[in-house]
Nanobody
Framework: QVQLVESGGGLVQSGGSLRLSCAAS????????MGWYRHAPGNQRDMVAT???????NYAESVKGRFTISRDNAKNTVYLQMNSLKPEDTAVYYC?????????WGQGTQVTVSS
């Protein structure tokens, strides 16, 4: 089992920045990939960014050049630095961890970008 706790969401004006954090606990040695997904009303849950245990990253086209995913292995924490935020980035952001045994999700954190 893996437990994920997100923090760092909030309300920000267009063009602003936020940093999301996701702290993992439990069977963290089994985590292969961690990532961030988002779910806006009326849309499906979409991948935003992922990072492997080796540090390889992948981004959705819509956030490339604006968002950066990183991880601190000593703290078992993954971060999502979000810059140049747009109103269309408004969504609930979920942390995700993939292990051999399955996928795990955090509770989600709301990000709202006002125009």
């Amino acid at each position: 089992q893996v437990q994920l706790v997100e923090s760092g969401g909030g309300l920000v004006q267009s063009g602003g920045s936020l940093r999301l954090s996701c702290a993992a606990s439990g069977s963290i040695f089994r985590i292969n990939v961690m990532g961030w997904y988002r779910h806006a009303p009326g849309n499906q849950r979409d991948m935003v960014a992922t990072i492997t245990s080796g540090g390889t990253t992948n981004y959705a086209e819509s956030v490339k050049g604006r968002f950066t995913i990183s991880r601190d292995n000593a703290k078992n924490t993954v971060y999502l630095q979000m810059n140049s935020l747009k109103p269309e980035d408004t969504a609930v952001y979920y942390c995700n961890a993939v292990t051999v045994g399955g996928r795990y999700w955090g509770q989600g954190t709301q990000v709202t970008v006002s125009s």
